[in-house]
Structure formats: structure tokens, C-alpha cells
């Protein structure tokens, strides 16, 4: 990974038939301290949603965390806007 962190990935689940209207995104940000922070955001396009930030000491940890989360999140149906 390079020091520059990767654009945040934004994906969004919406059905009409069952009013779900989902967000999703995934940013990657440094930490004061030198360590990268994966911050999620979700909930109900239109609001703010929650939030949950995760710290990790070893690039290759986060970029893993991220590749799992982004996928599980497509294979549920939401996708890139």
C-alpha cells in the first residue's frame, strides 16, 4: 500500500418492493500516531448513518480487512454508484 490511501469506496443497496434504501463506504485514513484507520459508514440513504473506525499497525492487515468487507458487502447485493 502506498502512503497515499485509496479513494473511499461508496456502494448502495436499493428495492423499491421492500423500501430498502442502503448505504455503505469504506475510507482509509492515517492516524497521528503512523498507524492507517479503516473508517465505515452505513445505514438509510438520507441519513448519517453509524459509524465504526478500525486502527491497524500493519498495511497488508488493513488492506485485508477492506478486500473482505467490500466483498461481502457486493455479494449482499450493494453496488458501486
Known amino acids: 500500500m502506498s502512503d497515499i490511501p485509496d ?8 428495492d423499491p418492493r421492500r ?3 442502503r448505504f455503505y463506504s469504506i475510507a482509509v485514513q492515517p ?3 503512523g498507524e492507517m ?4 459508514n452505513w445505514g438509510r440513504i438520507g441519513t448519517s448513518g453509524r459509524s465504526m473506525v478500525q486502527t491497524f499497525d500493519r498495511p497488508d492487515a488493513l ?4 478486500d473482505d468487507i467490500e466483498r461481502a458487502k457486493r455479494r449482499r447485493g450493494y453496488a458501486e454508484t
Not at 7 to 14: A, E, G
Not at 37 to 40: E, G
Open 7 to 14: 479513494p473511499p469506496v461508496y456502494l448502495q443497496r436499493i
Open 19 to 21: 423500501n430498502m434504501a
Open 31 to 33: 492516524t497521528l500516531f
Open 37 to 40: 484507520s479503516l473508517i465505515r
Open 63 to 66: 488492506e485485508q480487512a477492506r
